[in-house]
Structures are given as structure tokens and as C-alpha cells.
């Protein structure tokens, strides 16, 4: 729950951690014929709008501009504390490599929102030192 990742920082800790290795894995797909075929109908002034969950910025990679996220995109971060949305996911993944140049953690499972299943002996020393959410650009 959203409240949670924003009050409990063991909740917070424990998400980052998941999505750290979750990324790399879920930043590499690529749109599909589908992702294309809305890119090329946007183009072609067929759709109007795209309302979409859009998570994995696959429609956004397959070229769409016109459209709201319901969830957010993963592959853009803000600050909840002051706002600042300059910070892309691929830059936190440096800045979190950094903070734990010895930690490591593996899953054979990725969830539809980047993040894997950890368990708290996994998590280890796993360290947070930022304040940042999946940045969001619900339009409606």
C-alpha cells in the first residue's frame, strides 16, 4: 500500500530492494506488435488518447506520446519529499549499486511492476538513502 511505502521504512527498504533486481530484467522488454500497432495508429491520428497502465513504458518505446499512466512509469522517479523529477530509474540503479557495492539478492520470479519476491535474510544489509516514488503523469 502506497501509505506504507511512504510511512514504514522497512516496507520502503524492502520495495527498493526488490525492484533493484527486478529492473534490469523488466527495463529490457520490448514492446510488442501491439505496442507498434498503437504507436502507428497514434501517428496516423486513429487514436486520440491512450489511457494505459503502462508500467513498463513499452507503449511509450514503441513511440507513443498521447497518453495518460494510471500507474505511473517505472522508468522515471520523483522525490516525495520535494518533487524533483530529473532522475531516471537507470540513474537510481547507479546511485543504489553504489550504496551496496557488496549486497546482492536473486529471484527466478519478476512481478508486473519490476519487483521479485525477497526474503528478509535476502534483504540483508540492503541500504536506502533517498526518498523517492515511481513519478506519475495521470492526465484525467
Same mark, same amino acid.
Given at each position: 500500500?502506497?501509505? *506504507?511505502?511512504?510511512?514504514?521504512?522497512?516496507?520502503?527498504?524492502?520495495?527498493?530492494?526488490?525492484?533493484?533486481?527486478?529492473?534490469p530484467t523488466f527495463s529490457s522488454f520490448q514492446p510488442?506488435?501491439?505496442?507498434?500497432? $498503437?504507436?502507428?495508429? *497514434?501517428?496516423?491520428?486513429?487514436? $486520440?488518447?491512450?489511457?494505459?497502465?503502462?508500467?513498463?513504458?513499452?507503449?511509450?518505446?514503441?513511440?507513443c506520446e498521447l497518453l495518460s499512466e494510471l500507474h505511473?512509469?517505472?522508468?522515471?522517479?520523483?522525490?516525495?519529499?520535494?518533487?524533483?523529477?530529473?532522475?531516471?530509474?537507470?540513474?537510481?540503479?547507479?546511485?543504489?549499486?553504489?550504496?551496496?557495492?557488496?549486497?546482492?539478492?536473486?529471484?527466478?520470479?519478476?512481478?508486473?511492476?519490476?519487483?521479485?519476491?525477497?526474503? *528478509?535474510?535476502?534483504?540483508?544489509? $540492503?541500504?536506502?538513502?533517498?526518498?523517492?516514488? $515511481?513519478?506519475?503523469?495521470?492526465?484525467l
Amino acid at each position: 500500500m502506497y501509505q *506504507e511505502f511512504l510511512t514504514k521504512p522497512k516496507r520502503y527498504r524492502m520495495y527498493w530492494a526488490r525492484n533493484y533486481i527486478g529492473w534490469p530484467t523488466f527495463s529490457s522488454f520490448q514492446p510488442n506488435q501491439t505496442h507498434q500497432t $498503437f504507436a502507428k495508429w *497514434e501517428k496516423q491520428g486513429r487514436v $486520440f488518447w491512450h489511457v494505459t497502465q503502462n508500467v513498463d513504458s513499452l507503449l511509450t518505446k514503441a513511440g507513443c506520446e498521447l497518453l495518460s499512466e494510471l500507474h505511473g512509469c517505472s522508468a522515471r522517479v520523483v522525490c516525495v519529499d520535494c518533487g524533483y523529477k530529473d532522475l531516471t530509474r537507470h540513474q537510481l540503479q547507479t546511485i543504489i549499486a553504489k550504496d551496496n557495492p557488496t549486497w546482492t539478492a536473486y529471484s527466478n520470479t519478476i512481478n508486473p511492476d519490476a519487483d521479485v519476491y525477497l526474503t *528478509e535474510e535476502q534483504l540483508g544489509d $540492503f541500504k536506502v538513502n533517498f526518498r523517492l516514488k $515511481f513519478d506519475s503523469k495521470l492526465l484525467l
